[in-house]
């Protein structure tokens, strides 16, 4: 059975740096299209970043373009997400999601189905 654990959350001031993590265990991550999709309070669950299979592909939320990178460790069976410039409007609470053998990136939801507990960033102004 496949798990994701996001961590890496927390209270950081406007315009610093977070990086979050996610974690795979019972198959290699590099085997999984994966994704970063963030809930603010009372709002839906939104796309943030996306890496391909391969890793050859990241596509970005135009939100966070340019502040936010994503990359993957596969010796360390890890993702991240490399977070710069945070603003207020950036806390939200992140999931980070996978697709075993997808290839190719998606901004929706439904194309994973593996699912990390999320883990809560607060950006202060």
């Known amino acids: 059975q496949v798990q994701l654990v996001e961590s890496g959350g927390g209270l950081v001031q406007a315009g610093g740096s977070l990086r979050l993590s996610c974690a795979a265990s019972g198959r290699a991550i590099s085997m999984f299209a994966m994704a970063w999709f963030r809930q603010a309070p009372g709002k839906e669950r939104k796309f943030v970043a996306a890496l391909s299979r391969s890793g050859g592909t990241a596509d970005f939320a135009d939100s966070v373009k340019g502040r936010f990178t994503i990359s993957r460790d596969n010796t360390k069976n890890t993702i991240y997400l490399q977070m710069n410039s945070l603003k207020p409007e950036d806390t939200a609470v992140y999931y980070c999601?996978?697709?075993?053998?997808?290839?190719?990136?998606?901004?929706?939801?439904?194309?994973?189905?593996?699912w990390g507990q999320g883990t809560q960033v607060t950006v202060s102004s």
């Open positions: 999601a996978g697709h075993l053998t997808r290839l190719e990136t998606s901004t929706s939801q439904g194309a994973y189905n593996v």
